[in-house]
C-alpha cells in the first residue's frame, strides 16, 4: 500500500529558482493529501505528473502567503479541468473571507464545490478519518494561529494462516474471530498462541508534518513515534534568537524534537534565503539526530 | 541600448510543466516592464536572475487568473526584500478592489506603496512616457476589457560628426542647433547637407503585446511596422469558430495580423493545451508570415 510524500516546495518565505514555497503532497492509498499550497502548486503537480482529480483535501497549516498563495491558481484550474467532485479545505476560518471575493470574481462558474473546514488551533482534533487514514491536526507555535498534521495509516486486520485453518477446520465465522483479535481454543480447551494462528499485518504507518513553529516541545507528545517527520529548521542554531522571534526552528532544534519523539527519520526544509550552501543546517542537525535529512522540491518520500 | 524581451510564461489558462501563465519582461535601457504575471512569476524571475528591483512598472492586459494570480505572491516578495520605491500597476480598475482584502491581510506592513493606474479600454493612450521611451495601451477585444500594449523607444538625437565640426568650426550652439535638426549654412551661404553633419542613431525600436483577443484588425494600425509583434495563437484555423466565441485567435489569423501590420518579427504564445506538438501551428502561421516564432519560456528575444 503506497504511503509517500511527494514535496512540491520546501523553502521559506522568498522563493528561489530550486525551491518553491511550501507545498506537499503525501499518498496515502491513492489518496491524494495536499499540505499547504504554496505559489506555483500546479506547475508543480504537472512536473511530478500528479492527477490533479485525486487531490480532495487541502491543509493549510497558516495564512501566510508562503503557504496558501497557490490556492486560487489550483482551485481555477480545477474547475477549467471539469472537476465536480466537493474540494475539502481545512483551514484558518479567515481562510474562506479572503478566497470569497477572488472566487466570486475570478471563479464565478466554479464546476465543483469548495467545503471550508475550520482548524482548531488549541488542540488536537481528528479533522479526517476513513477505514485507511486518520488525520489529525494539532497546535504548533508561530506568529500566527498555526497547525501541524498527523496522518496515520489504520491497522489492518491480521490475516489468517491457511494452515491454521486446516489444521483447527476453522470456521468463517471462527476466522472472522480471530481476525477480531478473539482468542481461540483447540478441541482440548487449550488457548492457541496468536502468532501460531495469524500472519500480523505491516505496522501502521504515519507522517507527521510541522511547519512553521519556534522550537515548540509540546508537538512531542503528537508526533511521538512517527516513521517520518517534517519539521521545518529555516536557521542555523547560532540564529537561535532570530528563531524564537521569527517563530521558527533552529536545524539543532528541529532534530532535538526529532531525538526525543523517537521519529523514525526526520526530513527538513523551509531554510532561509540567506544560506546558499545548506549543508551546515545538514550536519548540525545529524549531530543531534542522525537520521536527519533536507528536503528537496520533486522528490518522492517513501514513508516505511 | 538595451531592447530584449524574457517570456517567464507563454501558456494559456492550464500551465504546464515547461509553459506557465502568461508573464513578460521586457528590458528597455535597463528599466524592466512586467507584462501580465501569471502565477509563478517570482521562481521564473528567479530562473531568469533578473533583478526583481528593477521592476517598477507591472501591466496587466486583463482580469483573467492566468495574467494575474501571480501579482500578490510578487508584491508580498518585494516588501521581503524590503523594497521602497513606488510600484505602479496598470490594470482594468477592479484589480485593486480585488487585490485591497488580500493586501490588507498579507501584507499590512508592506514596505513601499502601490500606485493603480486605471487602464482605458475605449481608446488608445499613452500610458508612460520618458526620456528613453514612450508606452501605449490599445484596446484587443476578448470576452472582458483587455488593452495590448505598445513600447516604442524613443527617436535619439543624431550625432555631429567630428570632422563636421573641425571643417566648419562649429560652436557649441551650432553643434546644439543641428542636433535638433535646424538647417546649417557653411560660410558661403549654402546649406550642407544633413548626412555630412551627422551620424543618424539607430532608428527607435518597438515591441507590441496583444493577448488575450479574438481575430481583431482594428489594432493593425495601433501595431503597424513594430520590431516584434506578441501575438496569441491559441488555435489551430480549424477550430476558428471555438477561436472566436472564446475570444482567442487562431495561428493563421495571428499571422495574417502580421503580415498586414508588416511587422519585423511575429512571437506567438498562449497555446491551447490540446497542443501536445506545436509545430502545426509554426506551420499554420508561417506559410502566411514566414517570420513567425514560437515563444519559449525562459527565452530572452532581442528585439533589433
Known amino acids: 500500500m503506497t504511503f509517500s510524500l511527494t514535496v512540491l516546495g520546501s523553502n521559506s518565505a522568498l522563493p528561489t529558482s530550486e525551491r518553491y514555497p511550501t507545498a506537499q503532497i503525501l499518498n496515502v492509498s ?8 504554496g505559489e506555483g502548486v500546479q506547475m508543480q503537480l504537472r512536473k511530478c505528473r500528479i492527477n490533479f482529480s485525486k487531490i480532495n483535501h487541502i491543509y493549510i497549516s497558516h495564512l501566510h502567503g508562503d503557504h496558501c498563495f497557490g490556492l486560487i491558481g489550483l482551485i481555477s484550474t480545477l474547475s477549467l479541468l471539469g472537476r465536480r467532485g466537493v474540494l475539502h479545505i481545512y483551514a484558518h476560518e479567515e ?5 470569497a471575493p477572488q472566487l466570486e470574481f475570478f471563479c464565478a462558474d466554479l464546476s465543483y464545490s469548495i467545503q471550508y473546514h475550520h482548524l482548531n488551533f488549541e488542540n488536537k482534533e481528528i479533522i479526517y478519518d476513513d477505514k485507511r487514514v486518520i488525520v489529525e491536526s494539532f497546535p504548533l507555535s508561530h506568529r500566527v494561529p498555526t497547525c501541524g498534521f498527523l496522518f496515520r495509516e489504520k491497522p489492518k486486520e491480521p ?7 486446516f489444521k483447527y477446520g476453522l470456521s468463517i465465522r471462527e476466522i472472522v474471530a480471530i481476525k477480531n483479535r478473539q482468542p481461540f481454543f483447540d478441541e482440548k ?6 502468532d501460531e494462528l495469524v500472519i500480523e499485518p505491516p505496522r501502521p504507518r504515519s507522517y507527521a508534518f510541522c511547519s512553521d513553529t519556534k522550537y515548540f516541545r509540546r508537538i512531542i507528545p503528537h508526533i511521538e513515534g512517527v516513521n517520518v517527520l517534517y519539521h521545518e529548521a529555516t536557521f542555523m542554531h547560532e540564529l537561535k534568537a532570530l528563531a524564537k522571534s521569527s517563530g521558527h526552528t533552529t536545524a539543532h532544534q528541529a532534530a532535538k524534537i526529532a531525538r526525543d519523539a523517537q521519529v523514525g527519520k526526520l ?5 532561509s534565503n540567506r544560506y546558499k550552501d545548506l ?5 548540525e542537525a545529524q549531530a543531534v539526530f542522525r537520521k536527519s535529512e533536507l528536503v528537496q522540491d520533486g522528490t518522492v518520500y517513501e514513508i516505511e
Open 159 to 165: 490475516n489468517v494462516r491457511k494452515e491454521a485453518i
Open 279 to 283: 549543508k551546515p543546517l545538514l550536519a
Open 267 to 271: 526530513l527538513m526544509g523551509h531554510f
Open 189 to 194: 480447551g487449550r488457548q492457541v498462541p496468536f
Open 30 to 37: 491513492e489518496r491524494f493529501f495536499l499540505i499547504d499550497c
Open 95 to 99: 481562510l474562506e473571507k479572503i478566497m
